[in-house]
């Protein structure tokens, strides 16, 4: 398995967001979804337009099967909405070309993720970036790694400092400092 990072720098996930936006809707709506709940991918691609039109998603985790329930941001509302209006009721989010109703696999997920990160000339990149992703700034942005935690399930703080690229940031910026 591939060890992959969060996307820091919130130029490079604009430059994502337009880039997606601009050549296919639902990939846009997927990229968002991962980076604004902190969703991992195998329940986002399980997502239906009833899902997205509420205020919160309430799932059973894949990996866990413990419930959750994730407030959708205000701030994402409208555009979830006007997608959503594009679907037919029960539809996935997001759906494949291949049959009906159906939506995309994993494997397609990271191809899609892959190519946009290519795009702003990223490595380190897969599924979990979504989730990473959010993490880390929702920790930057709250400083609170006790409900990133909870968030996220992890049993310490530690694992989530790590799961996030915190430790690594720390570690980095130590080195840059070191002398000798």
């Known amino acids: 398995m591939n060890f992959v990072e969060p996307i820091r720098d919130p130029d490079k996930i604009d430059k994502i967001k337009e880039y ?3 050549r296919n809707k ?4 997927m990229f968002l979804l991962g980076i604004t709940t902190g ?5 986002i691609l399980k997502l239906t337009k009833e899902d ?3 205020s919160h998603i309430d799932i059973k985790e894949t990996k866990t099967t413990k419930r959750k329930r994730v407030k959708i941001p205000g701030y994402i509302k409208r555009e979830l909405t006007s997608y959503a209006k594009t679907l037919d009721e029960g539809d996935y989010v997001i759906q494949s070309r291949q049959g009906c109703n159906k939506a995309i696999d994993r494997s397609t ?3 899609i993720l892959r190519e946009a990160a290519e795009y702003v000339n990223l490595t380190e990149i897969g599924t979990h970036t979504l989730r990473k992703t959010f993490g880390y700034h929702f920790y930057k942005q709250t400083n609170n790694i006790g409900m990133l935690q909870e968030l996220f399930n992890h049993s310490d703080q530690q694992t989530t ?3 996030i690229g915190i430790n690594q940031d720390d570690l980095d910026q130590a ?3 070191y002398r000798i």
């Open 175 to 177: 080195m840059d400092k």
């Open 20 to 22: 997606l936006k601009s």
């Open 109 to 111: 997920a990271y191809r």
């Open 52 to 54: 997205i039109l509420k």
């Open 161 to 163: 400092k790590r799961y």
């Open 39 to 43: 969703l991992r991918i195998s329940d």
């Open 26 to 29: 639902r990939n846009y709506i």
